[in-house]
């Protein structure tokens, strides 16, 4: 909890209460469900929370912005970006029943207000968001075709409208048919060791009416 405090210095109380929570109902929900790995679950700060956040310090969401969270697993990066933006809508999706049970729960359990929770594919999910988030579920290209459609056509943010999503390793190839992605380092926002191949992929998507 101090890493959050630390890179995030002007939460107010009820954010504060609401990370330090998180971890008490991520602990109990893990005994039931195992969404977290037993070894993340001990640094789920270090290894979830502040990664989640690491889109935060690319790209900080206005009151009223839509953000979709595709294979949101136990919640990341979703609910701290949702605690941390809580005038911002979070909708999380994932194809796993038993993972979005743990994410309703842990939703209601820090009782977040700006989050709607979905057990379905990407696919099959209506809508226009501003920003597309996930933390590293399939290759980009693969991705792409996923959330085709699905972003809103009025752009309000510094970035333009698109995905925002969390990788690791060499992204050269990967990257290659994406002439318009930018590449943040995670290490030039966090000083920790974990985060020295971790990174943000910006990749602006135009609005397909």
Excluded: C
């Amino acid at each position: 909890m101090k890493l959050i405090k630390y890179y995030f210095s002007d939460l107010d109380d009820n954010q504060v209460l609401q990370f330090e929570k998180l971890n008490e109902l991520y602990q109990d929900w893990n005994l039931k469900i195992n969404v977290v790995s037993r070894k993340d679950i001990d640094e789920i700060y270090l290894r979830h929370v502040l990664h989640s956040l690491g889109i935060a310090k690319v790209q900080a969401f206005k009151p009223g912005a839509s953000i979709l969270d595709v294979g949101t697993g136990g919640g990341f990066p979703g609910i701290p970006l949702a605690i941390l933006f809580p005038e911002t809508q979070f909708h999380l999706v994932d194809s796993i029943g038993k993972k979005i049970k743990v994410v309703e729960e842990v939703s209601e359990g820090l009782g977040l207000k700006n989050v709607k929770v979905t057990n379905d594919r990407v696919e099959n999910i209506d809508g226009q968001y501003d920003f597309i988030v996930s933390r590293a579920v399939a290759q980009m290209e693969t991705f792409v075709r996923w959330v085709k459609g699905k972003i809103a056509k009025k752009s309000d943010h510094e970035l333009k409208n698109g995905i925002l999503y969390l990788k690791g390793g060499d992204l050269t190839e990967e990257l290659t048919l994406y002439k318009t992605a930018k590449i943040y380092d995670l290490k030039d926002y966090f000083k920790e060791e974990f985060y020295d191949t971790k990174k943000v992929v910006h990749l602006p998507l135009k609005y397909k009416g």
